[in-house]
């Protein structure tokens, strides 16, 4: 937060060297005394700004954030308003050259600097942004940089103003929404995955016939006048409407995750966000399990709003990953990004400063002031309790999400081979609920490297009697924007021959008998299902 000059600073300071030379030179007094006022200026503009520091050191001016959205729910692709509150509760007013909010890379504002805003001594302003984002997940605005300049225009101060405020984005097709409007869709929807009628004996809601006695029947099914009237044993047949349980599988793998913005994985999470919302609306019990080259989080199947909300905060949290599976940080480079973000949020310095030390921060500091941290924050009477949040991790990843500092996923080719990460998954949401029979897998079908595995794995799904479908989203059309093939970068060479992997195991499993849809950018992904 040093004061550096403006142009008109510099252009002072020049012109006052200049006229101080020329009056020493040719002993003008008149040169001299021009060059001392100059100079006075000058230091009456550095006094101006360091007693404007020394507010800002002091609180005195202080921002905060808050993000305005429809229905209360920032969703993605949807304009909201981010305010920003700035307060002077000094005795000097500030002149601001430009008032600008830092956030994740998915929060985009506009304008992105606001211009010339006057802020006197004892007041509060209000700047009003427009914001979209662009991702679906938790996101942080970390503060507001401000540059400002003392009443001459001579020195300009560039301040950092921490205001923490965080932004859950919700899917573009949010499990908050209604059921599809078109009644050909409902009616596609509810025979795809709504409520199912089950003949079975015995007591229910309806009666669907009466029919001979067979073995096995339960004897209170039994209807007496009817076997009086016939002169054999005759058995009531009930049909009962039975919620069904799915599970859904989303990859979450390197290659759905290509492409700018990561459209494609949006695209996959507004697919799984209007089945799940489908599936609950039609009372069916949905459960989400999200995998890469491992099982990351299942959900199991259940019903009603707490499962629902149990879902949103699952699809929420997979663009903000901090487990080191999936993440792209080490350890030690997740401590050194604490580090760097306590610096400047909290004033907080554990660099080393001791020769030959090996890393910029104190690493063992930072993580015992980690532990006490969270544990007193655990220990206080009223502590929030934070949906969602990562369990089994270490403290500094805890931190890191809790504090939306931003850990890339792990973008490298994995080293298993896809169609074990498919046998690992259905493994694992079979082992979760027995009871589930229907399985829809959300995946690119790339890396997959033995097709004869995959058969062998359909085969075993269906000799347990579970059905499988498959939406497969078309990666390399999200990567080149359609154009899959045409030009000589390298983005349209990959995308081709991505694309060529995916055509290899589509045929195998339609002759398998396997649903298969597959969506691409401009075909919603609600409609593609409903009509797949």
């Known amino acids: 937060m040093t004061p550096t000059l403006t142009t008109a600073g ?89 008032v600008r909010a830092s956030g994740g890379e998915a929060l985009e504002v506009d304008p992105e600097w606001v211009p010339r805003l006057l802020l006197p001594r004892r007041s509060e302003v209000l700047v009003v942004y427009s914001l979209i984002a662009r991702r679906t997940g938790r996101w942080h605005f970390w503060g507001v940089q401000v540059d400002a300049e003392d009443p001459f225009g001579l020195l300009r101060l560039s301040l950092w103003l921490p205001a923490s405020c965080p932004v859950v984005v919700h899917p573009a097709r949010t499990l908050h929404g209604q059921m599809p409007t078109s009644h050909a869709l409902q009616r596609r929807a509810r025979d795809v995955i709504g409520m199912h009628r089950r003949r079975r004996s015995g007591h229910s809601t309806e009666i669907r016939e009466i029919r001979a006695y067979r073995e096995g029947d339960p004897w209170k099914s039994i209807a007496w006048s009817a076997s009086a009237r016939r002169g054999s044993l005759q058995v009531r047949e009930f049909e009962a409407e039975e919620a069904r349980e799915a599970i859904v599988l989303l990859d979450i793998s390197p290659t759905l995750r290509a492409g700018p913005h990561g459209a ?5 999470l507004d697919a799984v966000t209007g089945m799940l919302e489908l599936m609950l609306a039609a009372r069916d019990r949905p459960g989400l399990l999200t995998f890469g080259e491992a099982v990351h989080a299942v959900t199991a199947p259940g019903a009603g709003r707490r499962q629902r909300q149990l879902l949103l905060d699952h699809l929420i949290g997979l663009n903000t990953l901090v487990d080191p599976v999936f993440g792209d940080f080490t350890e030690s480079e997740v401590l050194e990004l604490i580090g760097r973000y306590l ?63 931003e850990i890339p996923a792990r973008m490298e080719i994995g080293r298993v081979p896809r169609e074990q990460a498919f046998e690992c998954a259905f493994e694992e949401a079979l082992r979760v609920s027995r009871r589930t029979r229907e399985l829809t897998l959300v995946t690119d079908l790339a890396e997959i490297e033995s097709l004869q595995r995959v058969e062998g794995l359909v085969g075993r799904l269906r000799a347990n009697g579970r059905s499988l479908s498959v939406l497969v989203v078309d990666t390399a059309a999200f990567v080149t924007g359609g154009a899959v093939g045409n030009g000589p970068s390298i983005e349209g060479v990959l995308a081709w021959a991505e694309r060529e992997e995916v055509r290899r195991v589509l045929p195998v499993l339609r002759r398998l008998g396997v649903p298969v849809t597959v969506g691409r950018p401009g075909l919603d992904p609600h409609v593609a299902l409903m009509s797949g």
């Open 264 to 268: 494609a994985f949006e695209y996959a």
């Open 10 to 98: 510099r252009g002072l300071l020049v012109s006052c060297l200049i006229l101080l030379g020329a009056g020493t030179w040719s002993e003008h007094l008149s040169l001299m005394l021009l060059a001392a006022v100059m100079l006075m200026v000058l230091m009456a503009a550095t006094i101006f700004a360091t007693m404007r520091l020394w507010s800002a050191e002091a609180s005195e001016l202080t921002a905060e954030l808050e993000v305005r959205a429809p229905n209360a729910t920032c969703r993605r692709g949807v304009p909201a308003e981010l305010c920003i509150t700035l307060r002077n509760r000094s005795r000097l007013g500030w002149a601001l050259l430009r």
């Open 343 to 405: 610096l400047l949020q909290e004033r907080l310095d554990f660099r080393t400063h001791r020769t030959g030390a090996v890393g910029q921060f104190d690493e063992g500091m930072i993580e015992r002031w980690l532990t006490a941290t969270m544990e007193q924050e655990r220990r206080r009477p009223g502590a929030p309790v934070l949906r969602g949040e990562p369990v089994g991790l270490s403290a500094a990843r805890r931190f890191a999400w809790r504090n939306g500092l």
